[in-house]
């Protein structure tokens, strides 16, 4: 019988360690990724019953549907994926950095839309395919600091009902 698989975006760390470690304590494979936290990544691995690691950084929204391709074409079964990875930089609503701001919609927002995409074009599942975009409770508590971050996470969380709507298309 093949396990479930479910790939956690900046899996190793905080609230993606604990999804990864849930998944895992389920029963499910998980696929760990990681952008800086290697070692956080192997720690945790070693824990865990079926599970694999998988480097890639985010802001390349090229390198990151490459991996969901490379990742379909391998895991059986893979039923989920979890975009939690994000960052996390201050600036705030009267002094909006631009790389900052370049950086979280690149990371929190584009990339998650495009790996959704991918995932929901090429994976195989048994009992279908849920992605699960982490968002924050800045979107129903917002305030004028990490500015760009908290945008980056609205246009993120806009993205759920579209993915929705295109994965339920006729014919699928």
Not at 19 to 26: Q, V
Not at 64 to 71: C, E, G, I, N, R
Not at 119 to 147: C, E, H, M, S, W
């Amino acid at each position: 019988m093949t396990r479930p698989s479910v790939l956690i975006t900046g899996g190793a760390r905080r609230i993606g360690a604990a999804i990864s470690r849930a998944f895992g304590e389920a029963g499910w494979h998980v696929v760990i990724h990681f952008g800086r936290s290697h070692a956080e990544a192997e720690a945790l691995a070693s824990d865990l019953p079926s599970v694999e690691t998988i480097h890639c950084d985010l802001s390349d929204g090229d390198a990151a549907t490459s991996m969901v391709t490379a990742l379909a074409g391998r895991l059986e079964d893979w039923q989920c994926l979890v975009s939690s990875a994000s960052v996390f930089e201050r600036d705030d609503v009267t002094a909006l950095d631009p790389t900052i701001f370049r950086r979280a919609m690149q990371v929190n927002a584009a990339t998650p839309a495009r790996m959704a995409q991918a995932y929901l074009a090429r994976a195989r599942a048994a009992a279908g395919r849920r992605v699960i975009q982490v968002t924050d409770q800045k979107l129903a508590n917002p305030n004028p600091d990490f500015f760009s971050y908290t945008m980056s996470k609205h246009a993120l969380a806009s993205t759920v009902p579209m993915l929705a709507m295109g994965a339920a298309a006729p014919g699928d």
